[in-house]
C-alpha cells in the first residue's frame, strides 16, 4: 500500500506482538518465582547449618580476629628488632 507520496506504509501485525508480550511476563513471572522458591531453601538450609555449629561465627570471627591483630603485633615488633628501631611509645 502506497501512501499521498508514493512510499509504501510500515505495517506490523499487532497479534505476534502481543503474544510475545504475554510470554515474556510469564517467563518473567516464573523466574522470579524460582528464585524466591530458591533463594528460601537457601535460606533454610543456612539457618539450619548455623544453629548446628558448635561455635557461633560471631565467637569465630572475634577468635579470629584476635589472632590477626596478634600476628600484626609480633610481625611489627619482629621486624622493628631486625631494623634496630625502638617502638614508640605514646
Known amino acids: 500500500m502506497k501512501n499521498a507520496r508514493g512510499y509504501s506504509s510500515f505495517q506490523v501485525n499487532t497479534t505476534p506482538l502481543v503474544v510475545s ?5 510469564a517467563g518473567m513471572l516464573m523466574g522470579i518465582t524460582g528464585i524466591i522458591v530458591g ?18 561465627p560471631s565467637e569465630v570471627v572475634k577468635h579470629k580476629w584476635h589472632q590477626t591483630k596478634a600476628a600484626t603485633t609480633a610481625g611489627a615488633t619482629a ?12
Open 21 to 25: 508480550a504475554a510470554l515474556i511476563g
Open 39 to 56: 533463594g528460601t531453601a537457601l535460606a533454610s538450609a543456612s539457618r539450619k547449618w548455623i544453629s548446628e555449629l558448635e561455635v557461633p
Open 79 to 90: 621486624w622493628q628488632q631486625h631494623n634496630g628501631m625502638q617502638k614508640a611509645h605514646a
